[in-house]
């Protein structure tokens, strides 16, 4: 522990008045600010330093032909360089990120870069870092292209080095450390460009283990890439030209394992570049020649290599990364082929590459690491573009895009119309055409209009997808009509607009497509009104707006329909209110929005209609959600006050739970009808943007549901949303700073648990992080510095605060935070603070002026005394002198008087004056 306690001696008065003046002298000068600190010891690895989360199990399986969102990472964000070589994170929850131009930490929202300082020896050893462990007892090592290994003291802020030494037999064999590796029995294994290397941590050596021609038994080569021991104590060690070797520990000889052309089950490539030990045991290597699967039985291999014909095979044949996730699947980083998701039961690839018109999609091509942090974020490093992130536990919503480069995707971005017919096949409406999704395989297969082939589909605009009780498809368009497909033959039936022929179907511009529970199909247009087709009789009926019938459909402008469980036909018009159709006898009631009456329709524009499992009418319009009273007649309206993410509702599902999910033009939210609540998504979510389409909305029969936007689809089943994420995150003071300038305690931060500031720098600014990766923008903060504020401070996502002119006293400075989901770390972090007052303000000063007060006081009064009592002596002297004074001149006056006739005198003077 470092610090500093001031002691005040006892004094006698005159040397507590020598004391006050010389103190006072050396306040007047400028003084060095005094800080004294108490540091916490050495890291000792618990379970609590951040607590694991684990994956949810109901979290959504990864679909064939799905896209992933990935956020970038790079030098414009902080990041120092933008090859990620290297991934950790360490015990307290920072992210250290090892690239070509130094080592970075990274808090969520700041980097700290460390790089080599000629001029310090304990800097860094060398900018290029290949290699960073974090060992049992919390020492960071890093390994460096240029200056060996590295280990990094976080208390005293330093780096140790570890160099090869010509004239030290028992220093690191070589300055270029590739791989570094702890064993369960806490060694350290450092694979360098010349052997192999055992650390022996009690001198501080290394022992030696390199290639010798002449051992056929030595290690296979000298460059050692990659080093893993499994489970069953066997050390495996990866070489750049020697294949795979298996040390013996007990006989310290090794076993090679290599590529033979003649040999289709031996290792592809003898350049092994990782090594990774599955759940169940398997061993896995990326070599230059594909991802291996090794049998230790046998000793053979199963490989996967590149086909360039083969869309769910391997992307490339340089494998420089291997991880695998929660669920079982295996992420692969390649050199030349981005990142790839190998699923162990079908034995395939999907392949995640760079898009330049998908800001979302993986930022390179060449992938050299992939690290997954406790929280379930999967962090992934490229040789050029920076590192990209992914939260596995927030992939609730599957993803379907158009990707240029791949024509095994949608053709547009742009949704319509959804659905998923008695097959399974979903099928996709879009401003480029009608797409057609086998489900099990991925494969995508797209239908548009050749105006050469009167049986191809009208046109690219697709408005509406439905399939009708015969299991055949209808497809709306926005500008030519109604077409019907037949699956079996492919073709296209079209319906259109025929200005000749009155029985002909009306409008182009086709809206909603629905059948009723008798099989009539009900087809919505916004210029034609509403069309009954009868598929049995083959006879089209319209219903149009007739101003002199007020019975009649108020506007030819038709949206939305559905019917409910008594039979009623309701069609949501675009712009002129709710209908309410009476077939029978063909009277449509009108409900439109009134400004005097708060309880009438909320909004004219009216964009869906949907009835739940209780018979309840919902209807969303451009003002909001809608709840119909069928025995008031009367709305009920949810809008942005009452927590919706947008008044303009597009879309409405229900889930078994009895859940309505809605589609808006700001987020997907899931309504709860019993509470009135709303839990609302957003693109940082994982959906494909803020803003959804009208129509592009469904409900499979297994319950999944599908929405679709301006950029993309998004497919997700209710009960699998992950409702928050339980990651509680580790909280800690990043920065300590007084006018900006950081203020210099000897020690990093993490090992600080108290510190002492001296009048006048009675003040300080801090800025404190939650460690939670997931979406750090979304964490909140608070904080409190107890004996000195009431109540704590939230502050939002804001981090960072200060106090200035503190009294003298000792505080103590607590800070709190959470996750992107509002999960709190309600233990946080603390620091003890003192603040040594000025001299005046000090009980000793006051102490000390109450005595020179008292002082003077009793001096005062003993003068005082004095003098009145020397007064009085003065006085009775005074007196005593003048009565001895008065007494004489009446010893005179009788001597006087005795001697004259004092009779005579006196009639003498009397008559003289007679």
Request: aromatic share 12%; charged share 20%.
């Amino acid at each position: 522990m470092l610090r500093t306690v001031i002691k005040i001696p006892p004094f006698t008065f005159s040397l507590v008045l020598m004391s006050l003046f010389t103190f006072i002298a050396a306040a007047c000068s400028n003084p060095t600010p005094l800080t004294s600190v108490q540091i916490t010891p050495e890291f000792e690895p618990t379970a609590s330093s951040g607590q694991v989360a684990d994956l949810p199990a109901s979290m959504p399986q990864f679909l064939p032909g799905q896209q992933l969102r990935f956020e970038h990472i790079s030098v414009e964000d902080g990041l120092s360089q933008n090859s990620g070589l290297a991934i950790l994170q360490d015990s307290n929850g920072f992210m250290w990120f090892g690239t070509q131009d130094g080592l970075n930490k990274y808090d969520g929202q700041n980097f700290t870069v460390y790089k080599h300082d000629p001029d310090n020896s304990n800097s860094l050893s060398d900018n290029w870092i290949l290699a960073i462990h974090e060992d049992h007892l919390g020492a960071l090592w890093i390994g460096t292209l240029n200056g060996g290994l590295d280990r990094y003291d976080r208390e005293l802020d330093q780096f140790s080095h570890y160099q090869h030494d010509p004239d030290n037999p028992q220093s690191l064999s070589h300055n270029e450390v590739l791989a570094i590796h702890e064993d369960p029995d806490g060694v350290l294994w450092i694979g360098t460009r010349r052997g192999l290397d055992r650390f022996v941590s009690e001198t501080e050596s290394f022992t030696h283990y390199q290639h010798n021609p002449d051992d056929a038994q030595s290690l296979s080569a000298d460059a050692v890439q990659s080093i893993h021991k499994t489970r069953d104590g066997i050390l495996w060690v990866g070489t750049e030209g020697g294949g795979l070797n298996r040390f013996n520990l007990e006989t310290q000889t090794f076993t090679h394992f290599s590529n033979d052309p003649d040999d289709p089950q031996s290792l592809s490539d003898d350049n092994v570049w990782v090594i990774y030990e599955d759940t169940f045991e398997a061993l896995w290597l990326g070599t230059n020649g594909g991802l291996d699967r090794f049998d230790k039985e046998s000793g053979t291999f199963a490989h996967f290599i590149n086909n360039p014909y083969d869309p769910q095979g391997l992307s490339h044949n340089s494998v420089r990364a291997i991880y695998k996730d929660p669920l079982g699947a295996l992420w692969i980083g390649t050199d030349g082929g981005g990142l790839d998701r190998f699923d162990r039961e079908t034995e395939t690839f999907t392949n995640y590459q760079n898009d330049p018109s998908d800001p979302h999609s993986l930022s390179h091509y060449a992938v050299y690491e992939i690290y997954q942090d406790r929280e379930g974020v999967l962090w992934i490093g490229t040789n050029g573009g920076g590192l990209n992130k992914l939260f596995l536990g927030g992939l609730n919503f599957a993803y379907f895009n158009f990707n240029p480069n791949d024509p095994n995707s949608l053709s547009n971005n742009d949704i319509r119309g959804i659905y998923e017919d008695q097959s399974g096949t979903l099928w996709i409406g879009t401003n480029g055409g009608l797409n057609k999704l086998n489900r099990r395989t991925g494969q995508w297969l797209h239908y548009q209009h050749d105006p050469d082939d009167p049986f191809s589909l009208s046109s690219n605009v697709i408005g509406d997808v439905y399939e009708d009780q015969e299991g055949l498809l209808w497809i709306g368009t926005y500008d030519n009509g109604l077409n019907s497909f037949d699956p079996e033959t492919e073709r296209f039936t079209r319906y259109q607009d025929d200005p000749n022929d009155p029985t002909s179907f009306k409008g182009s511009t086709v809206t909603e497509i629905y059948q009723d529970q008798k099989g009539i199909l009900w087809i919505g247009t916004l210029e034609g009104g509403l069309n009954r087709y009868d598929q049995e009789r083959g006879s089209i009926t319209h219903y149009q707006t007739d101003p002199n019938d007020p019975d009649s459909i108020n506007s030819n402008s038709v949206y939305s329909i559905y019917e409910d469980k008594q039979g009623w036909l309701w069609i949501g018009t675009f712009g002129d209110g709710l209908n309410k159709f009476d077939r029978e006898n063909e009277i449509f009631t009108l409900y439109q929005s009134d400004s005097k009456d708060p309880r009438s329709l909320s909004n004219n524009l009216v964009l869906v209609i949907f009835i739940d499992r209780e018979g309840t009418l919902w209807i969303g319009t451009a003002g909001g959600l809608n709840k119909f009273d069928s025995q008031t007649e009367t709305f009920t309206h949810y809008r942005e006050n009452e927590g919706l993410p947008n008044d303009l509702v597009v879309g409405i599902l229900e889930d078994e739970q009895g859940n309505l999910w809605l589609s808006t033009n700001h987020g997907l939210s899931r309504f709860d009808p019993k509470t009135e609540t709303f839990k609302n998504f957003d693109v940082t979510n994982g959906i494909q943007s803020n803003e959804f389409n009208g129509l592009a909305y469904h409900k499979s029969n297994s319950g999944e549901m599908f929405f679709g936007g301006i950029r993309g689809l998004n497919a997700f089943f209710p009960d699998r949303i992950q409702e928050n994420n339980p990651y509680i995150p580790p909280i800690a003071l990043t920065r300590l700073t007084q006018g900006g300038e950081d203020i210099d305690l000897g020690h990093t931060l993490n090992h600080v648990t108290e510190f002492t500031l001296n009048w006048p720098d009675n003040y300080f600014e801090f800025e404190f992080a939650a460690l939670s990766f997931a979406q750090p923008e979304k964490n909140q903060y608070a904080y409190i510095l107890e004996g000195f504020d009431k109540n704590w401070n939230e502050i939002g996502t804001r981090n960072y605060g200060k106090y200035t002119n503190l009294p003298g006293g000792t505080y103590t400075l607590r800070m709190k935070g959470s996750n992107n989901d509002g999960v709190w770390n309600e233990m946080g972090t603390s620091l003890e603070i003192t603040i040594v007052p000025p001299f005046w303000e000090t009980w000793w000063f006051r102490a000390t002026l109450i005595l020179v007060v008292l002082g003077g006081a009793i001096g005062g009064y003993r003068l005082r005394v004095r003098s009145l009592e020397a007064r009085g002596r003065e006085l009775e002297t005074q007196v005593v002198s003048r009565t001895r004074e008065l007494a004489a001149l009446n010893a005179v006056a009788s001597v006087v008087s005795r001697s004259l006739d004092l009779e005579r005198v006196l009639t003498n003077s009397l008559d003289k004056t007679l």
